[in-house]
Structures are given as structure tokens and as C-alpha cells.
């Protein structure tokens, strides 16, 4: 399966991801996966247009993991992004990948189900590891309460790193 959606620049993600956070749903996807610079240039927005993809939730314990693929355009900013499964999926199984994103500030607490930070990174997620995770675009984003159930559920969507855990 392909993660398919409008591309847009990260400006206009700007713009749609503060819209889309305050409504707690988005189908933005960040397309930061050149490993010579930092930082990215454009972002997939599945809202309007797309496939079925749209409807991949994230889990904890996914059955699908990302890989970016570069098909006749080879401009280091614009990959295919492309799920597979890593896992045995039993028939009407749910299709999950991990959003892996990560929150880099907390500034202010909500409540016990929402918290609201100042920056985000996403992590390349390109083999599943946390190293080579960018400071991506400043953002007022909201962290929606995981409903995953996996066993090992991280609580939210938006989950902090590692440094700011403890
Ligand atoms: C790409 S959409 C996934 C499909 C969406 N659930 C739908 O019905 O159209 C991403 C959004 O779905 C919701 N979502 C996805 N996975 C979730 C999870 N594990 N727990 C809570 N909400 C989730 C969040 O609102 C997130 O912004």
C-alpha cells in the first residue's frame, strides 16, 4: 500500500496542521527523509485526496511499517512513501503503522487526556530506529490520547522522546 495524498509544501502544512490539530485528526505526513539536510520541503496531506491509506490508524504494536521509495522523480525531498507488512495479518485484522511522532517541548498541560507543545519532530522511521529524528516545523499541536490497546502503548499519539520521559 501507498501513502497517497496531495503534495504540498511544508508551509501550507504549516497552515492545514494548525486547522487540522485543533480539530485532533490530520492526514498530514511529513516527507522529511533526505538524510543530507535538515529539515524537509514538503508534506503529503491525505485529507481530500488519497486511497485507502487515509484510514491506516496508528498503534503501538503495528502490523505495517514505512519505507521510502524515490519511483522516476529522484528529488531527495519527494519519496513514495510505502507500507509494508512486518507481521503476520490474519484476515480482517486491523492495518496499523507507528506514527512515530515524537513532541521536543511540552509547554502546558490540559488535562489528563491532552497536552499541547510547541515543536514536533517526526522521525524518519525509514528502518525503524529513533536515531536521525529532525526538528521538523514549529507548531501548536494538541496530543490526542492513544486508543491503540497494544500492550505496550506509549498514551499518546504525539509521545516524548526519550531525554524528557523521566
Ligand atoms: C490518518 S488518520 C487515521 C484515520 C482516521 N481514524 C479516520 O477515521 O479517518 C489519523 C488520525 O486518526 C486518529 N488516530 C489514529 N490512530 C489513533 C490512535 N491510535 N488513537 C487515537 N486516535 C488515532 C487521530 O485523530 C489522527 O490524527
Known amino acids: ?24 485528526i490530520t492526514y ?3 516527507l522529511d527523509y533526505n538524510e543530507e539536510v535538515d529539515g524537509y520541503k514538503y508534506a503529503l496531506d491525505a485529507t481530500h485526496s488519497g486511497n485507502v491509506s487515509h484510514f491506516v490508524n496508528h498503534s503501538c504494536d503495528p502490523n505495517l511499517d514505512t519505507r521510502v521509495v524515490w519511483v522516476n522523480n ?46 514536533r519532530s517526526f ?4 528502518d ?16 490526542v490520547t492513544c486508543r491503540c490497546g497494544a500492550h505496550n502503548c506509549r498514551q499518546f499519539l504525539y509521545s516524548l522522546p526519550p531525554s524528557q520521559t523521566s
Open 123 to 126: 522521525d524518519s522511521g525509514f
Open 28 to 30: 498530514l505526513f511529513d
Open 74 to 119: 529522484l528529488d531527495p525531498f519527494m519519496p513514495h512513501i510505502a507500507l509494508f507488512a512486518i507481521k503476520h495479518i490474519k484476515m480482517n485484522e486491523e492495518l496499523t503503522f507507528d506514527y512515530k511522532i515524537n513532541v521536543q517541548r511540552i509547554t502546558a498541560s490540559a488535562n489528563g487526556s491532552q497536552i499541547s507543545c510547541s515543536e
Open 128 to 143: 525503524g530506529s529513533t536515531t536521525g529524528a529532525k526538528e521538523t516545523r514549529e507548531a501548536k499541536t494538541l496530543a
Open 1 to 24: 500500500m501507498e501513502y497517497i495524498g496531495e503534495i504540498i509544501t511544508i508551509e501550507e502544512a504549516d497552515h492545514r496542521g494548525a486547522i487540522y490539530d485543533a480539530g485532533g
